[in-house]
């Protein structure tokens, strides 16, 4: 079945630094990937759309210049969170929509500012 | 703007029961709904998809039912067994895919 492949599982950073988190579609071509956000008892929300070959649609109160969304390949999705603070630690999930399957989802980065 | 609802927040019960948990949504212009189950510190792993179409689709002791003209769905687990024990999330999918709270469900041995 549809494999996306989220790394890596989990990070631990340093405030101001940033921090790099792949998706990929390990066995179909995804031409829109979507990067949700999960904080502690709460729900998955959507941060963007990433589309790949063109500039990734942010929901409201999402900034895109601290979650920069590179989507370059039909495969691979990357989400970098720049100059990360105690705030940002999340749990960052991605996924991508493998026709009739429905929506497949990557086992998640638990990222941790410290 | 559409909301999705899941009843109850938290649940406890002894193996073997049946038991039933709930999804609401307000926007009926749904291409499909999704249950998914999380287990702690995890990702998310696909349980059922009901295409708008569709009323109901099964998988083993799993059983998703889909209403579309109410806003509901309901995932049925039978015989329940403490490996089921997870955060169950419902997931419906339009324009965007909208989450629930989930469920987190804890099945006593």
């Known amino acids: 079945g549809a494999v996306v492949s989220q790394h890596p599982s989990w990070v631990i950073c340093k405030s101001g630094t940033s921090v790099k988190i792949e998706c990929r579609s390990l066995d179909f071509q995804a031409t829109t990937m979507f990067w949700y956000r999960q904080f502690p008892k709460q729900s998955l929300m959507l941060m963007a759309t990433?589309?790949?070959?063109?500039?990734?649609?942010?929901e409201q109160g999402v900034e895109k210049d601290k979650f920069l969304i590179n989507h370059a390949s039909l495969t691979l999705s990357t989400l970098t969170v720049t100059s990360a603070h105690p705030e940002d630690s999340s749990f960052y999930i991605c996924?991508?929509?493998?026709?009739?399957?429905?929506?497949?989802f990557g086992s998640g980065t638990r990222l941790t500012v410290v | 703007k559409q909301e999705v609802t899941q009843i109850p927040a938290a649940l406890s019960v002894p193996e073997g029961e049946n038991l039933v948990l709930n999804c609401s949504f307000t926007d009926s212009a749904i291409y499909n709904l999704q249950w998914f189950r999380q287990d702690p510190g995890k990702g998310l792993t696909s349980l059922l998809l009901?295409?708008?179409?569709?009323r109901e689709q099964t998988s083993g002791r799993l059983n998703a039912s889909l209403d579309k003209s109410s806003g509901r769905s309901t995932l049925y687990i039978a015989a329940s067994q403490p490996g089921d024990s997870a955060t169950y999330l419902c997931a419906v999918v339009g324009d965007k895919i909208i989450f629930g709270k989930g469920t987190r469900l804890h099945i006593l041995p």
């Open positions: 990433s589309n790949e070959g063109s500039k990734a649609t942010y």
């Open positions: 009901i295409q708008s179409s569709q």
């Open positions: 996924s991508a929509r493998a026709t009739a399957a429905g929506y497949t």
